[in-house]
């Protein structure tokens, strides 16, 4: 059960928030799925709650004066509120927000760079290789071998995501993630169970094992499908605990703080692969986050109070 204890009691503290949600990245309509959710819960314990639709309307209104705060349910890059853009901006402004900051935003919405430092500090991550736009990829695909997978270097949501398992299919899968801003990612594929690991403040939450009934836990498997199972917690004894403390240390590595996602392959010998963090998770009917609470004992509305909370910073 979880140990976290309320910082603050009384729903007038927070004053009036402003729940950004949609945005303009590719990921607008998970993000108004979260927003909605979030944006209930916390009007239901009281909070002066309100919806605001993108960067431009919330800064508008910061500026105005009409927010003390803000809970950030953006997802994703280019307006969406994910990549440190938006954190720098609230942070010029001396407005409280929700989770990461800007370097730990950017960082993790950058899985390339996001690897290299877990490199540097020898966390297990999947064989990469960057792809600037234009990047000889037969090229790079020989040196990470099949299969692999082929994505967006800055998105989220499996976006733009593709396994390949063979040289014929190579061109299509970077055709499909090109179609979305920045540069490419190739990874080695791990073939194994897909984890993921969710951080609220200090606290570590029960892993989930995730189990699509495809062969791979794409979009539709996140956000569609009714027939994805859910084991949680995802692993037991010493393999939890030490999922759990590689998942923290990758969170912290990156500079994250306040609430994310950690997002792990465990392969066939049971070793642990780093894919990713997430700062703005997402928190529909069928997200991580809310699913791993629960087995902790925090129901949705006590989630959203405690994610709002982590706007009051340490020594703040």
């Known amino acids: 059960m979880s140990t976290i204890v309320n910082k603050i009691n009384d729903p007038a503290q927070f004053g009036r928030v402003a729940v950004v949600m949609g945005g303009s990245s590719a990921e607008r309509e998970v993000s108004l799925d979260s927003g909605r959710n979030v944006l209930a819960a916390l009007r239901a314990r009281g909070i002066d709650a309100h919806a605001i639709d993108g960067i431009p309307a919330l800064l508008d209104a910061l500026r105005a004066g009409h927010f003390a705060r803000v809970f950030n349910i953006l997802h994703g890059q280019h307006g969406g509120g994910e990549d440190g853009v938006l954190q720098g901006a609230l942070e010029s402004l001396n407005v409280p927000y929700t989770g990461s900051g800007v370097l730990g935003s950017a960082l993790s919405m950058d899985k390339t760079r996001s690897k290299r430092v877990w490199q540097s500090l020898g966390l297990s991550t999947p064989t990469f290789v ?78 989930i094992h995730i189990v699509p009934k495809a062969a791979f836990y794409d979009y539709n498997a996140k956000y569609v499908a009714e027939d994805t199972q859910y084991i949680c917690p995802g692993l037991e004894g010493v393999a939890e605990e030490e999922l759990r403390a590689l998942s923290l240390a990758a969170f912290d590595a990156l500079g994250c703080a306040g609430w994310g996602r950690v997002d792990v392959m465990r392969d066939r010998n049971g070793r642990n692969w780093l894919l990713e963090v997430n700062t703005a998770p997402g928190m529909t009917s069928h997200s991580l986050v809310p699913k791993a609470a629960a087995v902790a004992g925090i129901d949705y509305q006590e989630l959203c109070w405690r994610v709002l909370e982590t706007s009051f910073r340490e020594g703040a």
């Open 130 to 207: 960057a792809l600037p736009r234009g990047s000889d990829v037969h090229a790079a695909a020989q040196r990470v071998g099949f299969p692999l997978i082929v994505k967006p270097a800055c998105e989220g949501s499996s976006v733009g995501v593709t396994r390949v398992f063979a040289e014929k299919d190579l061109d299509a899968a970077v055709a499909l993630a090109a179609k979305y801003p920045g540069d490419l990612l190739m990874e080695t594929l791990i073939e194994g169970d897909e984890l993921t690991v969710a951080i609220l403040g200090r606290e570590v939450l029960p892993s």
